[in-house]
């Protein structure tokens, strides 16, 4: 157990609908970051967030957003599914917003739309 | 910009053989390099990690990789390979700190390793 929680493991929805992806970082952690693992693309950054404020966006398209509670722990909006959002969806977390700690990940979530 | 290239999709080493799985980097500033492993459908795991102070890096479970910056590159190796070293290894950059995403990762393509008996 990494200590970085997502919810939930498996998602199968179809075209057209919303959903919301949960991560819960490890416990110290102030950082979360989204990423997208798909066949084609490979592992893409999406969006980090620091202390409960956007620090960065990567390859996140307009119909998905993010972010992060009080608590800080994130979630993932994903509207207006379509099928090549198909995808392993991580979070990783971090005690800081800088680079050279290293990022623990959680387990994904993965996300079939049909 | 940083990036990576992974030279290798797929190495196949029988168990008890070195492993080399390569990773050439690109960075306009002094990089911060990892190496993860992802085995099957389980998350992302730290191997090792760069961040300009020995480049020879020692990481978990016997892996360790060396920076090399006249070579731009930053292979991971093992002397012996285990069959649960069997996975997808994903050479990694950071994003510098002065102007761009700050904080992400840029993942190479990853390599799949197998182990054979």
């Known amino acids: 157990d990494s200590g970085v929680t997502q919810t939930p493991k498996h998602l199968i929805t179809a075209t057209g609908q919303r959903v919301t992806l949960r991560c819960s970082p490890r416990s110290g952690d102030l950082s979360v970051y989204w990423y997208q693992q798909s066949l084609d693309q490979g592992l893409q950054f999406l969006i980090h967030?620091?202390?409960?404020?956007?620090?960065a966006k990567g390859n996140i398209l307009e119909r998905f957003s993010a972010q992060q509670f009080p608590d800080l722990h994130s979630e993932l909006n994903l509207s207006s599914l379509e099928l090549g959002d198909s995808a392993l969806y991580f979070c990783?977390?971090?005690?800081?917003?800088?680079?050279?700690?290293?990022?623990?990940f959680g387990s994904g979530t993965r996300l079939t739309v049909v | 910009a940083q990036s990576v290239t992974q030279l290798d999709s797929h190495v196949s080493v029988s168990e008890g053989t070195p492993v080399l799985l390569r990773c050439n980097y690109s960075s306009s500033y002094s990089p911060s390099l990892f190496w993860y492993v992802q085995h099957p459908n389980k998350g992302l795991q730290l191997l090792l990690k760069?961040?300009?102070?020995?480049?020879l890096v020692k990481g978990i479970n016997g892996f360790e990789a060396e920076f090399k910056k006249s070579e731009t590159s930053f292979h991971l190796t093992k002397p012996s390979a285990h069959m649960s070293d069997a996975a997808e290894y994903f050479c990694v950059v950071s994003a510098g700190t002065y102007g761009g995403s700050q904080g992400n990762l840029i993942f190479g393509k990853g390599t799949k390793l197998s182990v054979k008996p």
């Open positions: 967030y620091y202390n409960g404020e956007e620090r």
């Open positions: 990783a977390s971090s005690v800081g917003p800088n680079r050279g700690s290293g990022y623990t």
């Open positions: 760069y961040t300009s102070a020995a480049t």
